[in-house]
Every structure is written in C-alpha cells, then in structure tokens.
C-alpha cells in the first residue's frame, strides 16, 4: 500500500526557534520517529487513571499517520527521567531512533484531571511544546485527546480528527441499533434499542438522521443523544440515505417509489423536499456533498450498472465519474474537495475501497486481499477514512490515511460493527 504522501520539513538551523511543520503533501514523505514514553502519575488517584489515558493518546499518536510511534521495548532511557530538558538524557532517545519525545504527567485534583504535556527535539535538546489541559477526572481518554489535538496541530497547522463524534450501527442478533462515539469508538452511547435502524448520518449539530423500520416501514427519522426519535422523511416506500449538507441546513436523500428511486433535496427538518434526479425505472441513491454544499455525488444505474456521479445541488449537470467495474457504491465526498471514496466490488465478487479525484477521474486503490471493506467516510480534516472490514472474520470498524496507509482497527469492544459515518460534531462536553 501506498505510503502516506507528507513532507516533514525541518526548520533551517538558523531558526531554530521555530517549531517543525509537517506539510500533508509531497512525494518525500517519512513518519516522524517520535517516542511517547508511559505518562507518569503524581499521586495515587492519576495513577488509576494512567491507562486509560495512555492507551487513547497512544492510539491518537498511531492512527493519525504522521508518527511513527516507537516501541517502548526499545526504550534505553532511564524510567526515573525527569520531565525537563535538564534532566532528560537525550542521546539515549537518539540511539533509538527518536527525533521527537513526548513527556507526560497526569495529576488529580479532587474531580479533575489534569495532563501536562512537553515535546522535544531530541536533536538538539529544545523544548519545542508545553501544553497542559484538564477534564474530569471520570473522562481521561477525553483529557488524551485533547493532548493528541494540541500535538498534532502544533506539527501540522491543522485541526486533527480527534475531538470529533462518529456514528454507527450495531448488529445483535435481529436488531440493528445506531450508535454516536468519539472518533475511536469509544465513549459510545445507543441512540436506538431494539428493532432495525441502520445508515446512520451525523449533522454539525451532532443530530443523527437514520433509516428505521419501527414503524414497519423504512423511514427517516433524526434524534439527539439523550434525545427522542422524531419522524423526518416518511414519503415513498422507502428513504434512505440521508446526508447532511456541510452547513447543516439541508438534506440529501434517496426517496424510492414504484421501479425507481430518487435524490432529493429538502430542507434540514424535512420541509420543502425537491427531487433533482429524473429517471424513470433508475435508481439513484446515496447522496454525498461536496464541502462548499454546490455539488452532490451520488450513485446511479441509469447507465445500466451502479456508478458513481456527481451533479449540481439542483440536479444540474450530471456527470458520471468512475468508468472501472461494474457495481460502485456509497460515495462519500472528502471534505477536502478533491477525492471522493466508494466501495467497489471487484471481478472475485469481493469489496473494496477506492477513490477517484473529482477533476481527473484517477481512481486509486485502497484496499485489497483482506475480506470486504466497504462503506468509507472521510475525518472531519480528510486525512483519514474510516471504513467496515470483515477482514477478521465479523464486519468491524477499521481506519486508515486517505491513500490506504496504517490500516488499524479501531479500539472497540468486539461486536459487529457497520455503516459508520463521520461527522464534524465536537466531542461530547
């Protein structure tokens, strides 16, 4: 698989006042060797909660594709290590290949929690960020992401993926139920209990729209953590599909009636729905928006065999976008403009992941050999896309960079976990 395309480029010796930048792009990219030593507790009480505050940054540090976190297996430096400059022995992080050390301390004051974190050039010994934030105590993973977001926009200039919510669905037995969790799948809270509720889409709002059969017919209905479920769409024998517009004010779906089925386009609390496709005995189904909410893809059979295209958010200027194969589905458009994701099944009848530049037409291969994947979704950013694998046997929530790199299962009890969407809501407060 393709590695991840960055450049790290390192500040000039004359600068070194400057912090170091990883630019997302170019051809000489390398993960940045950088070493997270196992945080160190103040007191008993940061001490119990050292866990699972190191293994939510620690997976943050290794999922987002710009480090590569080193083993501690190969750590030679003295475990007593101090947290400062003075006392930190930094050719002992050099011989193990470290350019960069991360240093933690956690201490607990009554309810909350509080995180100290510092970041080393271990080249040259500097100090390059100290960033310390709290949380309640009852939520260190939350304090560890917050740690992981400060790390990585210090490097990349960017907002990273780890303050934000994902939905998705479960399978238990008959039921389908939908889920709303921070991005790894933790923290999760059931929106539904019971019955079949499945795609479910995230608002900027953190609303969740889904297509539920509980009134034994497959609507769309929109809910709130902690909220009730209210009725959204329920013309046509079937909606599904529904897709928020980056501004929250409208949405997308598929409205199936007699042989076809049709996008529309309505207002975000169901109102004024308006149908932008037109074809008689066609299916058309999955919208995605574009990130400046003018355009849609979507997928179509009117060209005799599910493709993906993409047309004005009026319907306007249909054009079809992939050409390779004949069965390519759930579109999901990159909030960076360029590429769009979709599920391909290939000529063994297996499904994988691939993308297609919007402008080119260049489609370029994510996935392979490892079971089916299906149904991706680009992060908030569009540097990673979260996808369902099969590849170990039940269907489970995996995530990787957006050219097929680090392929990582996300951190999740087991179960059978489908249909994820990832959404720009905050994190939970």
């Known amino acids: ?14 600068a070194l006042a400057q912090a170091p930048v990883i630019e997302i792009s170019g051809a000489n990219f390398r993960p940045l060797p950088l070493a997270n030593p196992a945080p160190v507790a103040q007191d008993p009480g940061a001490k119990k909660l050292v866990a699972p ?5 620690g997976y943050d540090l290794s999922a987002s594709g710009i480090f590569q976190v080193l083993d501690r297996a190969s750590f030679t430096a003295d475990a007593k290590e101090g947290m400062t400059a003075g006392s930190i022995n930094f050719s002992r992080w050099a011989d193990v290949g470290a350019e960069s050390l991360v240093k933690v301390s956690l201490a607990q004051d009554g309810g909350s929690l509080r995180a100290e974190l510092r970041l080393f050039n271990v080249a040259t010994g500097r100090e390059d960020l100290k960033v310390a934030k709290d949380a309640p105590a009852d939520q260190p993973r939350k304090l560890a992401h917050a740690l992981a977001d400060a790390l990585y926009r210090h490097f990349t200039h960017e907002p990273s993926p780890f303050l934000t919510r994902i939905t998705y669905a479960r399978k ?27 795609l479910p ?3 900027p709002s953190g609303q969740v729209a889904y297509t ?16 009730e479920a209210k009725p959204l769409v329920t013309e046509g024998q079937m909606a599904t599909g529904a897709a928020y517009s980056p501004d929250g004010k ?16 309505a207002n975000a609390d169901g109102s004024g729905a308006k149908a932008i496709t037109d074809t008689p005995y066609g299916l ?38 992939t050409f390779q194969g004949n069965y390519n589905q759930t579109p999901d458009w990159s909030p960076r403009g360029d590429l769009i994701a979709f599920t391909a099944r290939d000529e063994r009848n297996a499904f994988d992941l691939f993308t297609v530049n919007v402008d080119s037409g260049k489609v370029t291969r994510l996935t392979q050999d490892q079971g089916n994947n299906e149904e991706p979704t680009f992060s908030p950013n569009g540097r990673l ?18 050219d097929g790199g680090n392929q990582l299962p996300l951190p999740m009890d087991k179960g059978s976990w489908l249909t994820p969407d990832w959404g720009a809501a905050p994190a939970s407060p």
């Open 53 to 57: 505050f190191d293994a939510a940054l």
């Open 284 to 321: 058309n189904t999955s919208p995605s928006w574009s990130p400046d909410g003018k355009r849609i893809a979507f997928v179509s059979n009117r060209g005799g065999s599910p493709q993906v295209y993409v047309m004005g958010a009026d319907g306007s200027g249909v054009r079809r976008l």
């Open 1 to 14: 698989m393709k590695a991840l395309l960055l450049s790290l480029l390192l500040v000039p010796l004359a």
């Open 250 to 265: 409208r949405l997308a779906y598929a409205l199936a009636e007699g042989e076809s089925a049709q996008i529309y386009v």
């Open 201 to 203: 889409t995230l608002g």
């Open 385 to 402: 896309i979260l996808f369902s694998s099969n590849r170990n046997g039940t269907p489970f929530l995996w995530v990787m960079t957006s």
């Open 212 to 227: 539920s059969y509980r009134k034994n017919r497959p609507d769309i209905w929109v809910q709130t953590p902690g909220g």
């Open 172 to 198: 238990a037995g008959s039921n389908r139920d939908v889920f709303v969790a921070d991005w790894d799948g933790n923290n999760a809270q059931a929106l539904t209990q019971g019955g079949t509720n499945i």
